[in-house]
């Protein structure tokens, strides 16, 4: 997945050198752009790094911008944005020590692994993922990492219903939010605009996917299309084009022109990956599996958006 802000690899590079910078200052040390600069000029392991080049400013921006909103570091004073346009602008920014969590520990050196699943799976190696703190633990990285936590999951969604009151006050307390559990899903929703980046999100690809979830709940009520004991429904290509189909002859003049513009196979292929990314739907070799909590979502524009919006495309 990575981080949603970061557009190259150079952007997780100059973060890991960022994070290194940090390990060595206090709490509430301040210091400078210009020594974030020439820490990491000095130490970037790819020949020389040249701060003239915008692109590689606006990467060291991408980062900043990304460790103030972390609260990593905060601002003092200055304006970063200066720093795209001047690459000797200063701004002072103050430690906050919270960088030092971030980064993961391992139980053994990174080196010896040989896979990315090792790697994910080395914090389980030395207890039974099934039982005690160690389940608890996935719970709840499942429930607030993940959309949804499904039923084919039979331990952890046996567990989250066998402990949803200590859950739902945990996530109460801290989250401020609510845990629903339905017969083969249970996920959480936040009202609060600083998880504007979970899904469903401020963007217009997320309103796309909102309609088309809404489509597809449609001819489920109607009977056109059936579920699995499950409550998974799997249906051919050809059925997911038309149901997009249905909402680009529909709802097209109303998103943003990037989408309007958009060829058919485009729009197809954003639109499959970001449902798959938020595990609403996953390709398999028979067709599309579509999960449970694609069915709880919908998205409609009011009637008089709808016909502001016609009335728009007719001039």
């Known amino acids: 997945m990575g ?76 304006d970063l944005d200066m720093f795209s346009e001047d690459y000797n602008a200063e701004v002072l920014y103050e430690n906050t020590g919270i960088s030092r969590y971030f980064i993961r520990s391992f139980s053994r050196q ?29 719970v709840y990285r499942s429930l607030f990492l993940d959309v949804a936590v499904y039923g084919n999951d039979i331990s952890m969604f046996e567990y989250i219903k066998r402990q949803r009151h200590i859950l739902q006050s945990d996530i109460e307390k801290y989250l401020e939010g609510n845990l629903h559990i339905y017969k083969n899903a249970a996920f959480v929703t936040v009202d609060d605009y600083r998880y504007r980046n979970a899904f469903p999100e401020d963007k217009n690809l997320s309103d796309i996917c909102l309609l088309i979830c809404g489509t597809i709940a449609e001819k489920v009520q109607k009977g056109e299309l059936d579920l699995k004991a499950d409550d998974t429904l799997l249906i051919d290509e050809s059925c997911f084009d038309g149901i997009l189909q249905i909402c680009i002859e529909k709802y097209r003049e109303l998103w943003s022109k990037e989408y309007r513009l958009k060829s058919f196979n485009l729009l197809r292929q954003d639109v499959l990956g970001y449902m798959s990314l938020n595990k609403l739907i996953e390709t398999r070799e028979d067709g599309l599996l579509v999960f449970p909590l694609t069915l709880k979502f919908k998205g409609e524009y009011p009637q008089d958006v709808i016909m502001e919006g016609r009335e728009d495309e007719q001039e």
């Open 110 to 138: 990174i080196t010896n692994f040989s896979t990315y699943d090792e790697i994910l799976n080395s914090e389980w190696l030395f207890g039974d993922e099934d039982k005690g703190i160690i389940r608890r633990m996935r």
């Open 3 to 78: 981080i949603k802000s970061f557009a190259d690899p150079m952007d997780y590079v100059l973060l890991c050198l960022l994070l290194s910078f940090l390990e060595d200052k206090t709490n509430d040390e301040q210091f400078l752009l210009s020594h974030i600069t020439e820490y990491i000029q000095i130490n970037y392991p790819v020949g020389e790094l040249d701060w003239t080049v915008y692109h590689n400013r606006k990467s060291l921006i991408r980062v900043l911008n990304f460790a103030l909103n972390m609260s990593f570091i905060k601002i003092d004073d200055g």
